[in-house]
């Protein structure tokens, strides 16, 4: 009984006991704040690194390839935990811009901008895009693209202009005409302007003879604008024509009705498993999770978040050093009434007990502390953004990271893991000065002055 | 051998007895003896005197006696058994039940008010599901007995906010919360001035008197050593009887 009496005791009454608390805390609450951060910054990242790519990519290995839709249709029958497929195509082509940085004009002064064409069936898309939403999904973040603006509501490659003169009608992206044309994509009125004009781009189109050698030829196109679309990556989305898949097809002269089959899963957890079952039934079909795609990027952001908790780390062993600084001095200063507790019948064992239990409570304090102030610090971290904005010191510029607000997620198990890890470094912390103090001699302790 | 000094109490058994104790310490290079085969007897509600010059080994004894030192050689027999080779937990469990210790230096804990230094011992006593059930009583008996040393009205003062005589009355309450057979004083009154020794001497006694405590005193103070029913003396390690 004596034993958590006394450790409660001179934790209350020994202000240098808050020293200890205070470090734990800080290690706690940094660790928590960061590693929320880390995570937040992870999922954002990996939504961007992802673009439009979807749960699994379907392409063919054979050069005779079938019809897409029947290949779409064997996929998505192959597994039930499939929930939708849409073929797509892709084609290089090429924007000659004039370069406004070298002022004459000449042949020489036009810049190439290199793109490319992506066919889709947007009947396709816009059906798992409806599907992933009603199931809770996040739409464009998760691999679709966004329509931001369009002649007509329901299919935005559809434009009266386009049929009127003929012409094929094509999706640009926000970031493309923000680039090329300074559109404001935030205006209504701007997006509008855009819709129905022309656009001239030159594809490359594969000429090859009967029989004879394959040869390439550039054919400058004019497409109308039918919308304007926002996909997940920025720098990608600039650089990419949507096209309808048929018309891509026909305009860059494709051998090939389909390069990709975008598939969907219920659920993303679910793709190694349906990627497994796929590979083992389409021999001539290569798989590959969007992950699989960017495996190398993905592994650098994951090795820089361990780098930076191990790194942090040290804080919370700084705060077990002081720990063990404070509670040694605890014992030092205490050493008659070791001495006294002897006398009056204290084991060894209790004596030990006394001082666990006091380097314990600090560390279950600090580490209870730590999580309230981290989860102040995490909920407010905008706000703290905000404040050093108006002090002149830019934290987080949105122009690097392509987010406005500071990412974070709450991961209870990584919260729990911080927690019991402070703990533990507390209670080991404590037990150097414990054992120092149950090995003391009682007589000697008695006449400690 | 010392030879009882008559008491008018008569002949009373022997309760606790030393034989051949011997403690040296190591100063330095070369060993010091200080007690070399110390044969001792405390009778059931006796008061003992230990008398003898500064450094000659009297707290020694008394914290062999008291089963909170361990002799290097020789016996301390409780109820016919040896208790100086138990293990330590062993020691500390009788000791707790047994002996109350009272110092020269009151050794209360400054963290504590009067009444938590005296619950002090059943608390060590007491494991948590034991403390629960006989707390109300352990307080009460707390209480008692800091309203026999007369503290009723200090219970919650801390020692710094009590004189001097007041810890000691303090210590005595706490040294007999756990009804021990033996009170075990190491200089009672040597920190005190001349009054407030009187008051604790006259509260020794009264314990004494009215209780039969059987009691140890280690002490320069020649009055109390009159007084005791008994007195040996300390010389070169060794008892002398009579003072």
Not at chain 1, 86 to 103: C, E, I, K, Q
Not at chain 2, 74 to 94: M, P, Q, S
Request: hydrophobic fraction near 45%; proline fraction near 4%.
């Amino acid at each position: 009984m004596y034993r958590s009496f006394l450790a409660t005791r001179y934790l209350l009454t020994r202000p240098v006991n808050l020293i200890s608390i205070g470090g734990v805390m800080l290690g706690v609450a940094v660790l928590i704040t960061v590693t929320s951060v880390m995570d937040g910054f992870q999922e954002r990242v990996r939504a961007v690194v992802r673009g439009n790519l979807s749960h699994l990519s379907v392409m063919p290995v054979t050069r005779e390839v079938p019809e897409a839709a029947l290949v779409a249709a064997q996929v998505q029958h192959a597994d039930p935990r499939i929930m939708g497929v849409a073929a797509m195509v892709t084609a290089p082509m090429v924007y000659v811009y004039h370069d406004r940085r070298r002022g004459a004009l000449s042949v020489l002064d036009k810049s190439l901008f290199i793109m490319t064409g992506v066919g889709l069936d947007w009947a396709d898309e816009a059906r798992i895009e409806q599907a992933r939403v009603a199931r809770g999904g996040r739409g464009a973040a998760e691999g679709g693209f966004r329509i931001l603006a369009s002649v007509d509501p329901v299919d935005p490659f559809a434009s009266p202009r386009a049929q009127r003169v003929e012409r094929v009608p094509v999706l640009a992206s926000a970031s493309f005409l923000r680039t090329f044309r300074g559109l404001d994509a935030t205006d209504p009125a701007q997006l509008r302007a855009v819709l129905e004009t022309d656009l001239q781009v030159t594809t490359i189109v594969e000429d090859r003879e009967p029989g004879g050698e394959a040869t390439i030829r550039r054919e400058d196109r004019n497409f109308v604008i039918a919308g304007v679309y926002a996909g997940g990556d920025q720098a990608e989305d600039r650089a990419r024509l949507l096209f309808r898949r048929a018309d891509l097809v026909g305009v860059a002269g494709l051998r090939t009705p389909w390069h990709e089959l975008r598939v969907w899963v219920e659920d993303y957890e679910q793709a190694a498993a349906v990627k497994a079952g796929l590979a083992a039934r389409f021999p001539d079909l290569s798989i590959e999770t969007w992950e699989d795609q960017r495996a190398d990027f993905l592994r650098a952001v994951k090795t820089e978040k361990v780098l930076l908790v191990i790194v942090l780390s040290f804080i919370v062993l700084l705060g077990g050093f002081t720990i063990l600084a404070t509670l040694t001095l605890i014992v030092v200063e205490k050493t008659r009434d070791i001495g006294v507790l002897a006398a009056l019948g204290a084991t060894r064992g209790g004596i030990l007990s006394i001082f666990l239990r006091n380097g314990l409570l600090v560390g279950l304090l600090g580490a209870a502390l730590g999580l309230c102030l981290g989860a102040v610090l995490v909920a407010n971290l905008d706000n703290i953004k905000r404040f050093f904005e108006t002090q002149g010191v830019k934290l987080f510029p949105a122009d690097i990271y392509l987010f406005n607000e500071i990412p974070t997620v709450w991961s209870w198990p990584t919260v729990g893991l911080i927690m019991a890890g402070s703990v533990l470094v507390a209670f080991l912390a404590g037990l150097l000065p414990a054992l120092r103090a149950a090995r003391l001699d009682p007589i000697a302790a008695l006449r400690h002055e | 051998m010392n030879e009882a000094v008559p008491v008018p109490a008569g002949e009373r058994p022997v309760v606790l007895s030393a034989r051949g104790i011997a403690k040296s310490y190591k100063v330095g290079g070369s060993r010091l003896e200080v007690l070399r085969g110390v044969d001792l007897e405390v009778r059931e509600g006796e008061v003992l005197a230990i008398l003898g010059k500064s450094g000659c080994g009297k707290s020694t004894l008394l914290h062999v006696l008291g089963w909170l030192d361990r002799a290097d050689a020789g016996e301390v027999h409780y109820e016919g058994k040896d208790r100086n080779r138990l293990t330590a937990a062993e020691r500390a469990r009788l000791r707790n039940r047994l002996m109350g210790f009272v110092f020269q230096f009151y050794h209360l804990m400054p963290e504590l008010s009067a009444l938590e230094n005296v619950l002090l011992p059943t608390m060590i006593r007491d494991g948590r599901a034991a403390w629960r059930s006989g707390r109300a009583a352990s307080v009460e008996r707390a209480r008692s007995l800091l309203a026999m040393v007369g503290l009723e009205a200090r219970t919650h003062h801390r020692p710094a906010q009590l004189s001097g005589g007041e810890r000691q009355r303090v210590a005595i309450a706490r040294a007999l919360q756990n009804e021990p057979r033996f009170l075990l004083c190491d200089e009672p009154t040597g920190n005190l001035d001349a009054r407030t020794a009187e008051e604790v001497r006259a509260l020794l006694w009264d314990l004494n008197r009215r209780q039969g405590q059987t009691m140890v005193i280690v002490t320069h103070d020649e009055r109390l050593a009159a007084e005791a029913h008994r007195a040996v003396r300390l010389v070169d390690g060794r008892v002398e009887p009579g003072a």
